[in-house]
């Protein structure tokens, strides 16, 4: 099978959709290597040691634009618009858009499948500037609407996809999110010590992971620890900075936390399993997300995890993790109480170890495999003209 992607975000991406795109990239080019892999970007970064590991295996190869396609100013058209003429070129069965869009000029012998992430724009547009808000929504309902097929990375997502763009139940598939391969090796003592020692991490530790802002809802984490100055754990917040940090950081010195919350803005890609594994508990109290990559992250590396009702956490937690009001600092305080007794921490990093079996990239490669071959089997093909 001759399989294209729009690998935009894994060559320019390091964060949530560059991490997906190049976890699919690498997971179908391991497991399925008899097909040809056709990468589309407009930018190669040869120096980058996470893109040399998923896109340079020898069924991949890299499209870029030509000509005056190269030009930064016509790069993105080339993209978003003309890039389908490749897809002719390359005689291509499947392009998959990794990222929310598939290119307005369509190869017709080609069947286009993309992924939807989040709808964040339309739940909370009040994060977004309204100009992006409808270009977003224009460009995703179109992708959605004539692409082959439709996959949502959560139940969440999916219902979303109906219930604000009004895309057809029976075209959306869900096919979860997988983790970094980062978190198959292992950690080993020397490294827990020296990146305890690099970041000056105290022996035991709440740990919150993600980007600082407000709808992450680092904020509950600390109401809990206002309601308890009897604790002595501290708080490690990692995470991208926003204008929001300066809301927490008032929050910090109102309530006297001071001393017990460490944040850190500029933290290793690969130190991040090692302090997972240091944590005492990961907390991830976000109001939504599209599925909550963190929480596997956490459970990969052993540690319990407390999360929030409703949105996708379920999905991603199952039974293996802790769930409370996102808006109940005293649900947090009790589960964090549980967790302080052994047996029960023990109950639940074992829980994880079983959760995350359904997010090996084995399975996650097949259940896409399996998506691509049902598209080509139940969409007859067209003639090879780009439209």
């Known amino acids: 099978m001759r399989i294209g992607f729009d690998a935009k975000r894994a060559f320019k991406n390091f964060t949530g959709l560059g991490n997906y795109s190049r976890f699919i990239l690498k997971s179908l080019s391991d497991n399925f290597p008899t097909n040809k892999y056709f990468l589309f970007t407009t930018n190669y970064n040869r120096k980058s040691e996470e893109i040399a590991i998923a896109c340079s295996n020898p069924n991949q190869k890299i499209v870029l634009p030509n000509d005056m396609w190269k030009l930064p100013v016509l790069s993105g058209a080339w ?22 869009e598939i290119p307005f000029i369509k190869n017709k012998s080609t069947k286009y499948v993309v992924t939807v992430h989040d709808l964040l724009f339309c739940r909370y547009p009040e994060l977004f500037n309204p100009i992006d808000v409808q270009i977003y929504k224009l460009k995703m309902e179109r992708s959605c609407r004539e692409a082959d097929q439709v996959i949502a990375i959560s139940h969440q997502t999916k219902e979303d996809l109906v219930n604000f763009l009004g895309i ?6 869900v096919v979860y999110q997988g983790y970094h391969e980062n978190y198959n090796r292992e950690v080993t003592a020397e490294q827990l010590r020296l990146v305890k020692r690099k970041y000056g991490l105290p022996n035991k530790y709440l740990f919150f992971v993600s980007t600082i802002e407000k709808r ?26 926003t204008s929001y940090i300066s809301t927490l950081k008032a929050m ?23 302090m997972y594994k240091l944590a005492h508990v990961f907390i991830y109290p976000s109001y939504f997300e599209g599925f909550g990559i963190p ?6 590396m052993g540690t319990p995890v407390i999360t929030s009702t409703g949105s996708c956490f379920h999905e991603a937690g199952g039974e293996g993790a802790l769930y409370g009001d996102p808006d109940d600092p005293s649900a947090l305080v009790q589960h964090l109480e549980s967790l302080s007794r052994e047996d029960i921490r023990a109950e639940f990093i074992d829980k994880g170890f079983k959760n ?3 997010f090996d990239q084995s399975i996650i490669s097949r259940d896409i495999m399996n998506v691509y071959q049902q598209v080509l089997e139940t969409c007859p093909a067209k003639p090879a003209l780009v439209t």
């Open 79 to 100: 993209r978003s618009v003309f890039q389908g003429i490749k897809h002719l070129d390359n005689q291509l069965e499947i392009f998959h858009g990794l990222s929310n």
């Open 168 to 173: 057809d139940a029976q075209k959306i598939q």
């Open 216 to 241: 992450k809802n680092v904020q509950l984490i600390l109401k809990a620890m206002k309601q308890r100055p009897d604790w002595k754990l501290p708080l490690v917040v990692v995470g991208r900075a």
């Open 252 to 274: 910090v010195e109102e309530y006297g936390l001071q001393d017990r919350v460490i944040f850190l803005h500029h933290v290793s890609f690969e130190d991040l399993p090692a």
């Open 295 to 300: 929480i596997i992250e956490a459970q990969r």
């Open 356 to 358: 995350i079996a359904r």
